[in-house]
């Protein structure tokens, strides 16, 4: 993998006088441009900025389906389970593993069921997904 580049910012002052009355036009975007590209690169890139995704949360309560609406130009291709956790923050770590079943239909992403999952009527769990779309 390559380094974050270590030159920032271009000067006016590295240019000759007579470039000194124009450049600061072309430097000003230039360096905008360059100090974001290395902000990004150094640990800021975001999903739901950067990436053709979106992090979702739906409260499920054991009825299904579920539908949120996609907002996003890409299709959904990949939706992950990026936390499980009861409304009323009373958490219990559970032992079995969770399997989402889920779809695209109509525009909507459709969990059709949380398997293993212990959300009910009565014991309501907030599930944030983690969506990649292609």
């Excluded at 990026?82 to 909507?108: M, T």
Aim: charged share 25%; glycine share 4%; net charge neutral.
């Amino acid at each position: 993998m390559a380094n974050i580049p270590t030159q920032k910012k271009i000067l006016t002052e590295n240019f000759p006088e007579k470039e000194r009355k124009w450049i600061p036009a072309l430097l000003e975007p230039l360096n905008k441009f360059m100090e974001e590209v290395t902000n990004a690169l150094n640990g800021r890139l975001t999903l739901t900025q950067n990436i053709a995704g979106d992090l979702v949360t739906v409260i499920i309560d054991g009825n299904w389906p579920k539908k949120s609406k996609w907002t996003k130009n890409n299709r959904p291709r990949a939706v992950i389970i990026g936390q499980h956790r009861e409304i009323s923050e009373n958490h219990v770590a559970q032992a079995d593993p969770l399997c989402l079943d889920w779809e695209f239909k109509d525009g909507f992403i459709q969990i059709n069921n949380v398997i293993n999952s212990l959300a009910s009527t009565s014991d309501k769990f907030n599930l944030t997904l983690v969506i990649f779309a292609e």
